[in-house]
């Protein structure tokens, strides 16, 4: 089947309702309904783990503000800087790049940081784009501001793909929270507990361009510190009015005034052949691996320079050039090709 233009489409809530019309139990996952969720590249690397062959290289798109915007696989560890410099260079030269999507991903001004196993891609802006001014606001200030000018119209909530769906995510009552001090924002907090994070309220719905989804993340980190857990006691019945209030990224695109930036990034067989790596010994969820190399190893691609501990959770790490290694910290082991 094919998913319409919309987004969210690959929140795994929607996509397990799409595909099937099963409705994943509120805070549960996609196994509760017989589901398994994933991307094209994970199931494309468990099979090649399967044969003993490691994640070494990450599919990558770089687009928006560069000369050539494309889509190429990159050895794990390469620079943002050399990713742009493959897309042709930046079209401007003061710009700020949202790592792994708009909606979803983060601000960065970093060029040194590096390509890891779950980077998706790099969207390059220039740094006076509203999307930068939008981000870089401070968390106190998102805050501050949604205390004293939403109006509680509640578009944030009726346009909410959780909420359209049936689960209780209702972010203009956790915009109330932001009123509170010492006690009481509890009580709106639980309403920000099964959002997703997919920032539709916050870049697209909220007519005052504030920051709801900024409150459900305060939301549930507060939550999770105080031990609550959230229960919804209603059954998830679908809103009659979900399919008409899906979000076309046509829509999405204005609303984000990235319209300009809108293009095919085609696959190009990239050679990047980066002349040194720096491979993260934390890149998955659970614990860092640590370093099993010494500085001046030599190590092929493929090797294993961070292991997880035993009974630890986490993933090793291997190379994705082969040299010699060139320094080894707590967070990562850089190396260099040889000569
Ligand atoms: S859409 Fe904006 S103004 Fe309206 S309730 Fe939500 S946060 Fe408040
Ligand atoms: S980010 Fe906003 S729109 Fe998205 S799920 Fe959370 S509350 Fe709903």
């Excluded at 409705?23 to 044969?51: D, H, K, M, Q, S």
């Excluded at 997703?196 to 305060?218: I, M, R, S, V």
């Excluded at 035993?310 to 090793?316: E, K, P, S, V």
Aim: net charge neutral; with cysteine.
């Amino acid at each position: 089947m094919f998913l319409g233009d919309f987004y969210p489409s690959g929140d795994e809530y929607e996509l397990v309702y799409s595909a099937t019309g099963r409705l994943i139990p509120p805070a549960g996952i996609p196994i509760n309904v017989g589901c398994v969720v994933n991307n094209v590249e994970t199931l494309y690397n468990v099979e090649a783990a399967a044969r003993g062959v490691p994640v070494t290289r990450k599919f990558i798109t770089v687009t928006g503000a560069v000369r050539r915007p494309q889509s190429f696989w990159a050895p794990v560890g390469t620079t943002y800087r050399e990713l742009i410099e493959q897309a042709g260079g930046a079209t401007t030269a003061d710009f700020g790049l949202f790592v792994s999507g708009i909606m979803m991903g983060q601000l960065s001004f970093d060029l040194d940081e590096v390509v890891t196993k779950t980077l998706g891609g790099l969207i390059v802006l220039p740094r006076d784009h509203y999307l930068i001014s939008r981000k870089s606001r401070p968390l106190e200030a998102m805050h501050r501001i949604g205390k004293s000018a939403c109006d509680q119209c509640s578009y944030c909530t009726e346009f909410c793909p959780r909420y359209l769906l049936g689960y209780d995510v209702q972010p203009h009552k956790v915009m109330r929270s932001l009123g509170f001090t010492l006690t009481g924002a509890s009580n709106w907090n639980q309403w920000g507990e099964l959002c997703c994070a997919c920032g539709l309220c916050t870049l697209y719905a909220c007519p005052e361009d504030l920051y709801p989804k900024e409150a459900c993340d305060q939301a549930k980190q507060d939550r999770r510190a105080e031990g609550m857990q959230f229960k919804q006691e209603r059954p998830v019945t679908v809103h009659p009015m979900k399919e008409y209030r899906r979000v076309p990224l046509s829509m999405l695109r204005k609303r984000l005034h990235v319209e300009e930036y809108e293009c095919e990034a085609p696959f190009a067989e990239a050679s990047l052949r980066p002349a040194r790596v720096r491979i993260k010994l934390k890149q998955h969820a659970g614990q860092p691996a640590g370093a099993c190399v010494s500085i001046g190893d030599n190590v092929a691609v493929g090797q294993t320079v961070g292991r997880m501990a035993d009974g630890m959770l986490g993933a090793d790490v291997h190379s994705s050039l082969s040299g010699v290694v060139a320094c080894v910290t707590p967070d990562y082991v850089e190396i260099e090709t040889k000569g």
